[in-house]
């Protein structure tokens, strides 16, 4: 089992930045790989970014590449999500998951272990 909880959402203003968390516990997170999916109220989750276990491959959707960035530190077992450039259609429920095997990082089946999700809002 992996425990996975994310933190660092909240309310910014459009043009801001966030930085999210994905803190686990559990079996060894550097064996797995990490996605960050979002979920907007009405709408279906959507893939957001995903890293390999070492942090060497990164994956983004097409509308976040160049604002947001995935990273991951495996000796502090906590994965990242830097959201720059933020606009109101990014607000949503934001969830880490991970993987032990990512053939296909955008989709959701692929994710054994998921979060509970943090609350992000942006303003416009």
């Known amino acids: 089992q992996v425990q996975l909880v994310e933190s660092g959402g909240g309310l910014v203003q459009a043009g801001g930045s966030l930085r999210l968390s994905c803190a686990a516990s559990?079996?060894?997170?550097?064996?797995?790989?990490m996605g960050w999916f979002r979920q907007a109220p009405g709408k279906d989750r959507e893939f957001v970014a995903a890293?390999?276990?070492?942090?060497?491959?990164?994956y983004y959707a097409d509308s976040m590449k160049g604002r947001f960035t995935i990273s991951r530190d495996n000796a502090e077992n906590t994965g990242y999500l830097q959201m720059n450039s933020l606009k109101a259609e990014d607000t949503a429920v934001y969830r880490c998951?991970?993987?032990?095997?990512?053939?296909?990082?955008?989709?959701?089946?692929?994710?054994?272990?998921w979060g509970q999700g943090t609350q992000v809002t942006v303003s416009s």
């Open positions: 998951a991970a993987a032990s095997v990512l053939g296909r990082p955008a989709n959701q089946n692929a994710y054994d272990y």
């Open positions: 559990g079996r060894t997170f550097s064996r797995y790989a």
């Open positions: 890293i390999n276990y070492n942090g060497e491959i990164t």
